[in-house]
């Protein structure tokens, strides 16, 4: 029912910045949960950080003071700006809405690589 489209990945060397985006197909208005996951090789997909329909904003303690997660609802975008990158920030970056209510189900983009060199 929603397609979500990343954009924004590339190859940087470390202390750079990237900006991802992620557009949704449609507008949510049910109580949602938008954010970023990141999974590397050979590891387990991970929680980077997540922006609820309320406001409300979470991050991993890894990426704390360094990433930024932001909506703009009228554009159906999330975004994440990412500074001060680090070689263990590489990962494909996935794109996540969580629709929790009433739904309880989640839509994932295609993935975006981001590449930190040292």
């Known amino acids: 029912q929603v397609q979500l489209v990343e954009s924004g990945g590339g190859l940087v060397q470390a202390g750079g910045s990237l900006r991802l985006s992620c557009v949704a197909s449609r507008n949510i208005f049910s109580i949602n949960v938008m954010g970023w996951y990141r999974q590397a090789p050979g590891k387990q997909r991970e929680l980077v950080a997540t922006?609820?329909?309320?406001?409300?904003?979470n991050y991993a303690d890894s990426v704390k003071g360094r990433f930024t997660i932001s909506r703009d609802n009228a554009k159906n975008t999330v975004y994440l700006q990412m500074n001060s990158l680090k070689p263990e920030d590489t990962a494909v970056y996935y794109c996540n809405l969580r629709i929790v209510t009433p739904d309880g189900y989640d839509y994932w983009g295609q993935g975006t690589q981001v590449t930190v060199s040292s």
């Open positions: 922006f609820t329909s309320g406001g409300r904003s």
